[in-house]
């Protein structure tokens, strides 16, 4: 059967490249030390102070300031850049809550942030702020990305 429909070679060239480039960005944010990890460009991460909690209750107990912290992670897809806002409650140096917020710009994005959102609940909470670390939730790896990278801003942000 002769396709009539082909994408032309040139999209389908931009679009593979596009995806290398952003398997490589998501590559460079994917790091879990914290010490290491060079600061995000200030469009893709901002970190806020806490809002709410006990500053002087995770300075002594840990190393993270106890408190509700958000920031912005984003990541690339075929179609466009996405972004996930991410609010995470800390006590002891363990989430105790996490709220992800997304604005996607792709009809498959919007899919993808659902089920991530729908799922990642049961992925942090509970786990200490150092043991995150989140490749792949309800089918979501890209989003898992931005989730990441907001978390690294929120765990600079932290630190007590």
Known sequence: MIRTTAVPRPVRVGTALLGVVGVVTLAGCSGTNADAAAPAPAASSAASAPSTGSSAGGAS???????????????????????????????????????????????????????????????????????????????????????????NAIKSEAKA
């Open 61 to 151: 107990t840990g190393a993270y300031t106890d408190g509700t912290y958000e920031a912005t992670g984003q990541y690339a897809t075929p179609e466009s850049v996405e972004k996930v806002d991410v609010t995470l409650t800390i006590a002891g140096d363990k989430v105790t809550d996490v709220t992800v917020t997304g604005d996607p710009q792709a009809a498959e994005s919007r899919r993808y942030q659902s089920e991530f959102i729908g799922g990642i609940k049961d992925e942090v909470v509970g786990k200490a702020l150092d043991e995150i670390s989140v490749s792949k939730v309800a089918g979501s790896s890209l989003t898992s990305g931005g989730f990441m990278q907001a978390v």
